[in-house]
């Protein structure tokens, strides 16, 4: 049997300042850098745009700085956001991952039980924490999300509950793939 590749649309969103583009640059390219001027340039003209920016996406990750609870709040106005535009062709959400970037610097501005419950409560696929500075969790947590977006395509077929648990990438294992 043949390989087939796949083209997915993966949405990441969040507030300013959460570390959207470095994830990007990071994954993609493996580079960080602290110089980052703000994407879009203002979150009411973007709120605005939603619509479109969603279209034929295949999975969502909502970001957030743990040491900022304000960007931990308004990850709830994003995830409702995103279900009432978005979903699968079976109806289903879409698979969202909820990253909590910015691991490495303390003080938290929540804890790991308000995120898990948070996640639980607002239906997303599971969440981790990320670093994306020190590359810590990024191509792990990109698999998970990888993996619930395959499995979406096999008709039928989930290969993660939706519970919102917090996802131990150390267990994850994605057999019988391979990306990049």
Known sequence: MGSRDYLFKVLVVGDA???KTSLVQRYSQDSFSKHYKSTVGGQERFTSMTRLYYRDASACVIMF???NATTFSNSQRWKQ?????LTLPSGEPVPCLLLANKSDLSPWAVTRDQIDRFSKENGFTGW???SVKENKNVNEAMRVLI???MANTREGSTSLPTQGDYINLQTVSTPGWTCC
């Open 128 to 130: 981790t924490e990320t």
């Open 65 to 67: 700085d743990v040491t």
């Open 147 to 149: 993996e619930q977006m």
């Open 17 to 19: 300042a959460v570390g």
């Open 81 to 85: 956001d995103l279900d009432c535009k």
